[in-house]
């Protein structure tokens, strides 16, 4: 059986290193862990430590023998920006595209997003969300961490995002094909936005046509917006690692 990963908050320091908060608690209190147990370590950012359980107090778990295994890059590859939409679908989005392998998330306030975040509400919805994500992070053995960015509008989206190759799915018939692009284009970094459950306003899409975003189509089929995010984040991890 694999070993259970936890997040380290700080980095090990000769062979020792310590689990704090909720990590800690999970590990004590839920796994109930007791000390000579192999555990694995992850910072999030593609390092990954083996490690033994040492001694365990009300808060802290402090943990011994901790040796690197592993150092993946930590670079971000591939981008999803998702409109907001129903809890329910939106924590499926982060949880499975997490496990898919997507390097990073924008949450866009939409004009047709059913659902708004009000300001007071924003750090736990933030905290829920990346707690989804970590999960997920566990779940699947992945070593990085993927980065989670608070709802924001079109335009303040559009001004802050790296470069690389920028796609737009559309429901339009008479757009190249999602295929056809990836196949044709040489890229390292890719974005991909994903519409609200309503729909693109217009202007929406002429702003970001102007923006560098390629229209791109998955067929004549309607996909939902939960199913159109793991659809295309599974397409572009394919087509990332293809040789």
């Known amino acids: 059986m694999s070993s259970r990963r936890f997040l380290l908050l ?12 909720s990590e800690a608690h999970h ?21 990954i430590w083996q490690a033994v359980v ?34 329910d679908k939106l924590e499926w989005i982060l949880e499975k595209c997490t496990e898919l392998g997507i390097d990073e998330i924008y949450l866009l306030e939409a004009a047709r997003s059913v659902v708004r975040v009000p300001k007071e509400r924003l750090e736990a919805k933030m905290e829920r969300w990346q707690r989804i994500i970590l999960g997920a992070v566990k779940q699947s053995r ?11 509008s079109l335009q303040v989206l559009c001004r802050n995002l790296a470069p690389g190759l920028k796609l737009l799915l559309s429901e339009s018939k008479d757009v190249p094909s999602l295929k ?3 196949r044709s284009s040489t890229w390292t970094h890719a974005i991909i936005c994903i519409g609200p459950e309503g729909g693109w306003t217009g202007q ?17 089929q309607i996909l939902r917006t939960e199913t159109a995010a793991l659809v295309v984040t599974a397409l572009l991890k394919y087509e990332q690692e293809e040789p």
Request: hydrophobic share 35%; charged share 20%; net charge negative.
């Open 27 to 47: 590990l004590r209190n839920v796994l109930r862990a007791e000390p000579g147990r192999a555990v694995e370590l992850i910072d999030g950012s593609g390092r």
């Open 180 to 182: 056809s692009i990836l």
């Open 142 to 152: 992945r070593g990085t961490l993927p980065m989670l960015y608070p709802p924001s």
């Open 54 to 87: 040492g001694q365990c107090s009300a808060a802290v778990v402090e943990l011994t023998e901790v040796e690197l295994l592993e150092t993946a890059s930590a670079a971000p590859h591939l981008g999803l920006i998702q409109s907001l939409c129903k809890a």
């Open 204 to 220: 929406e899409h002429q702003e970001l046509v102007q923006s560098g975003f390629q229209p791109a189509s998955l067929g004549p």
């Open 10 to 21: 700080e980095p090990p320091s000769n062979g020792r290193a310590t689990l704090r908060g």
